[in-house]
């Protein structure tokens, strides 16, 4: 059982919006930064948010990330096939003192 | 960009260890920054395993520490982690990572910024 909480899974038509939840706790989310990654088994996972909401070089505009309190969302407007992937939220937890993930979210492209 | 690669056997038999390898490339390692490993076991989430810091300092994950080991070697460009005691639960693709880390008054920062393709091991006889 992951520390942080995500759906299993989220599905949207092409060119549509989506957003996934991730819900954790005092110790983790509610004070400490949260980044997420998108996975594709067989690849090497990619950091799409940083810092809540910071988008490192070259993921484009179309993702973004927030936080308010115990809880972030990721964001992804005019979804594309190729967008079908596994997502992790991903932050520090002081109480247990590592980085803890959540349990993920499969997003299907209908 | 920095690259990183995994290597080790692909098969390890129950109870014995798990060795792998992380060579990383366009980046010195001692230069700074965390250097972990994650894995992700079939139909499962990821995990974070164990980090290690230029410098030496480890933080492992407290559910693995007791059978995991990290190390660096800096002259080699390379960092590598040990699973001892396998059991078929060890089962997953291990990815190596660098981690990025920061701390300020909005709490403490850290994420994986590069990444490995991973590694897939099996624990099976």
């Known amino acids: 059982q992951s520390v942080l909480t995500q759906p299993p899974s989220v599905s949207a038509a092409p060119g549509d919006k989506v957003t996934i939840s991730c819900s954790g706790n005092s110790s983790n989310i509610g004070n400490n930064y949260v980044s997420w990654y998108q996975h594709l088994p067989g690849a090497a996972p990619k950091l799409l948010i940083f810092d809540n909401d910071k988008r490192p070089s070259g993921i484009p505009d179309r993702f973004s990330g927030s936080k308010s309190g115990t809880s972030a969302t990721l964001g992804i407007t005019g979804l594309q096939t190729g967008d079908e992937a596994d997502y992790f939220c991903?932050?520090?937890?002081?109480?247990?003192?590592?980085?803890?993930f959540g349990g993920g979210t499969r997003l299907t492209v209908l | 960009q920095v690259q990183l690669q995994e290597s080790g056997p692909g098969l390890v038999n129950p109870s014995e260890t798990l060795s792998l390898t992380c060579t990383v490339s366009r980046f010195s390692i001692s230069s700074g920054y965390y250097w972990g490993w994650v894995r992700r076991p079939p139909g499962k989430g990821l995990e974070f395993i164990a980090s290690i810091y230029h410098s030496g300092i480890t933080n492992y994950n407290p559910s693995l520490r007791n059978r995991v080991s990290i190390s660096a070697d800096t002259s080699k460009n390379t960092f590598s982690l040990k699973v001892r005691f396998v059991t078929a639960a060890d089962t997953a693709t291990y990815h190596c990572?660098?981690?990025?880390?920061?701390?300020?008054?909005?709490?403490?920062?850290?994420?994986?910024?590069?990444w490995g393709q991973g590694a897939l091991v099996t624990v099976s006889s």
């Open positions: 990572a660098r981690l990025e880390d920061d701390f300020d008054t909005g709490g403490y920062s850290f994420y994986f910024d590069y």
């Open positions: 991903g932050t520090w937890d002081a109480g247990l003192d590592f980085v803890v």
